[in-house]
């Protein structure tokens, strides 16, 4: 079933103690497409571009089955542009350089083409942009998934408490739903949040796992314990790819599958950590996929006889 | 089959920000005998008090099936104690007082009737004294599993690293094995660690769950998200008596069975930060534990779909 990712498409800078790279494609929706392609080709993009953005990354997305009817290429500007550095223990960053560019007035133009979509992914974003996105669609999508981040909580907290509101399903990372809840627990974090609207809260936690809450259900998935973490940027956005990408290839919205959907999107993730960028994702195989699923599975199997 | 305890028996006095205690029952081996109690009542301690140790406690162990023979109980003199208190996180702590007192010269007598046993568990002590527990059992148990900390590390790691040659599982956490091996990634560290003696490792990640490592297999267990994590003292060895008391009652130290005995393991440590000190152990129902051995299942259990 389609699928809208709504989200940056630009520029990144990062350095890690692996090294560092100069200006490469990042943005959370390119993560999130390319993640999502693995399971779906019926997938819509909107995002916003400058005149220096490569055309073959926009031809990657469409030969995986991505609409980049919805990406708006502006003539004359530039596209978003970030750059970072990792700290040793790859969970902490400083930020070197924000450049909004042409994301400081983005306007999302949603394609008539674009409405029948039954799954929409909010990508990391303002608040207020996110909202005119659902804002925007005639019928409200079967299952609306919502990024965000620390920065939106600290300075548009009443825009995204309005936006929360319309949302299915909530991912932040651990600290974010601390911030958000006023609550040190997750498990407490986790109840004051879906009290503000999403009915699913996914709290990803990098490499210690993620968690899916709804109402009393709880469900963990790991993290692949890694010989080398390269890159994390782009994971958060990628296991959102991979999960909204399966729920949107099965169709089915219950609490049961979003934990397979959460597998698949944690073994994506560590696909996305292990080179700079989308390097690994772009160059993915299926059998690459199937392998790694296997190796989640026995990761966490175990025989439980009854004492 | 039988499973010999060495460890600490002593007195705590713990700060959180839900409270704090006098003067109560605390050691590692103190937890780990209660956590093993739940699957096996072949279980003997080798220990020292001073005379100061409340007979109760030792009236508990025993009502619990665990052999005292080899609690050494020193006159006029008096037990270890320590005294700390823990941050908001909970997993970082201050250590205010420790009072060596009985432990400063532990002298680890094996009773003859001890020296059947089959499974040894060293709780956190001296490696020297560890290794003196091994020298002095005339047949090398089926399984001899070791705790330790970051301290011996620092002041004796030649002991230490003598002592890990001889035993087949050590239980660190992730912080003390990114020390051991001076490897930050996990799993590099554990291939590091491997080579030091232990067939097994097992990193303990707190409320982040435990890694279980030998050659090339790798399982999870996640820790059980809970509401409150009141007290942590003690939760790593009582994950380390669940661990061992399991592989005890079963009798079958295969990778497989390791894997389930982590899952009990689990549950235990769950019980033990509900309340302050061994109080939730001391007074633990067999069907409590059955129904959050349940909740564990529940809480990776996932349904794999091929895509």
């Known amino acids: 079933m389609s699928l809208l990712i709504?989200?940056?498409v630009a520029f990144d800078a990062i350095e890690t103690p692996f090294g560092k790279t100069d200006k490469i494609i990042g943005g959370a929706a390119s993560y999130i497409a390319l993640a999502a392609s693995n399971f779906t080709q019926n997938t819509k993009l909107v995002a916003v571009v400058g005149e220096d953005f490569p055309q073959e990354f926009i031809a990657d997305l469409q030969s995986k089955g991505v609409s980049t009817e919805g990406l708006q290429?502006?003539?004359?500007?530039?596209?978003?542009?970030?750059?970072?550095?990792?700290?040793t223990d790859m969970n902490t960053r400083d930020t070197l350089?924000?450049?909004?560019?042409?994301?400081?007035?983005?306007?999302?133009?949603?394609?008539?083409?674009?409405?029948?979509?039954?799954?929409l992914m909010l990508g990391n974003l303002t608040p207020k942009v996110q909202q005119t996105v659902i804002q925007r669609l005639k019928k409200r999508p079967k299952l609306i998934v919502m990024d965000t981040m620390n920065f939106w909580m600290e300075i548009?907290?009443?825009?995204?408490?309005?936006?929360?509101?319309?949302?299915?399903?909530?991912?932040?990372?651990?600290?974010?739903?601390?911030?958000?809840?006023?609550?040190y627990s997750l498990v407490k974090a986790a109840v004051k949040?879906?009290?503000?609207?999403?009915k699913y809260l996914i709290i990803k936690k990098g490499e210690n796992g993620a968690l899916l809450f709804s109402g009393k259900d709880v469900f963990f998935a790991p993290a692949l314990p890694l010989e080398e973490v390269f890159?994390?940027?782009g994971a958060g956005d990628t296991f959102a790819g991979g999960f909204i990408g399966?729920?949107?290839?099965?169709?089915?919205?219950?609490?049961?599958?979003?934990?397979?959907?959460?597998?698949?999107?944690?073994?994506m993730a560590s696909f996305c950590v292990e080179k700079?960028?989308?390097?690994?994702?772009?160059n993915l195989k299926a059998d690459e996929m199937q392998s790694r699923i296997n190796v989640f599975r026995n990761l966490v199997k175990f025989n439980m006889a009854s004492v």
Chains 1, 2 share one sequence.
């Open 276 to 282: 700079f960028g989308t390097e690994r994702l772009v």
């Open 231 to 233: 890159d994390p940027t």
């Open 246 to 267: 399966y729920l949107a290839k099965t169709g089915d919205i219950s609490f049961e599958n979003m934990k397979t959907a959460i597998i698949y999107g944690s073994a």
């Open 6 to 8: 709504v989200g940056s």
């Open 193 to 198: 949040i879906q009290e503000m609207g999403p």
């Open 73 to 87: 290429i502006k003539k004359g500007e530039k596209s978003f542009f970030w750059s970072g550095k990792y700290h």
């Open 156 to 183: 548009a907290l009443d825009d995204l408490k309005e936006t929360l509101k319309m949302v299915d399903v909530l991912t932040i990372n651990d600290e974010e739903a601390r911030l958000l809840s006023g609550e």
């Open 97 to 119: 350089v924000t450049e909004l560019n042409v994301l400081a007035d983005f306007d999302p133009i949603i394609p008539e083409s674009y409405q029948d979509c039954e799954y």
